[in-house]
């Protein structure tokens, strides 16, 4: 991954390198998505593939999450593992949405961009089977403005693999 972000600041003990953090990103499978709303926060939980600079999120279109990120296209988004303290590692990414291809994708289109995201996410979540549009979805693509990261196994010197 060719980054281009500041390096972390704080935490620079437990924060994971960009290769720990690719490797991290495009093994974990839910992520938690920040967005604003009227009435104030709104989070949901949400599948997710990262190809090494930007994250994709498939999202319904008819959701408050779509509606939110269309009035304002602020995100922040976590992905976290881990049961004990000394096993925490995660990732809170913050930037903006973009929306690629239709919306709702029917799949009528070929959109290029969209080749490597549908193939990640068919291996991700569909077991290799060919990406199919459900007329519902559309996709989202956040390039991140910042990544803060961490990984607790590195001050209890656990394996970090």
Same mark, same amino acid.
């Given at each position: ?6 390096? #972390?600041? /704080?935490?620079?003990?437990? +924060?994971?390198?960009?290769?720990? %953090?690719? #490797?991290? $990103?495009?093994?974990? =499978?839910?992520?938690? @998505?920040? &967005? ?5 926060? =709104?989070?949901?939980? *949400? ?7 930007? %994250?994709? *999120? ?10 939110? $990120? ?17 096993? %925490?590692?995660? +990732?809170?990414? &913050?930037? /903006?949405?973009?929306? @690629?291809?239709?919306?709702?994708? &029917? ?6 961009? $969209? ?10 979540? %569909? ?12 996709? *989202? !693509?956040?390039?991140?403005? !910042? ?12 394996? &970090?693999?």
């Amino acid at each position: 991954m060719a980054d281009s972000r500041k390096p #972390q600041r /704080r935490s620079r003990k437990i +924060a994971m390198s960009p290769a720990e %953090l690719d #490797q991290f $990103l495009g093994t974990a =499978h839910t992520c938690r @998505v920040a &967005t604003v709303s009227p009435d104030g926060p =709104h989070n949901t939980p *949400l599948w997710f593939v990262w190809d090494g600079d930007a %994250l994709w *999120l498939y999202s319904l279109v008819r959701s408050q999450r779509w509606t939110d $990120l269309q009035r304002d296209p602020r995100i922040a988004v976590v992905v976290d593992a881990g049961e004990a303290y000394t096993e %925490l590692r995660g +990732a809170e990414i &913050t930037g /903006r949405v973009s929306v @690629v291809g239709a919306a709702p994708r &029917t799949g009528d289109e070929h959109h290029e961009e $969209l080749v490597a995201p549908e193939r990640l996410f068919a291996t991700t979540y %569909l077991g290799g089977a060919n990406f199919v549009d459900d007329g519902r979805h559309a996709w *989202l !693509k956040v390039v991140p403005d !910042k990544i803060v990261s961490w990984d607790f196994r590195k001050v209890f010197d656990q394996p &970090t693999q």
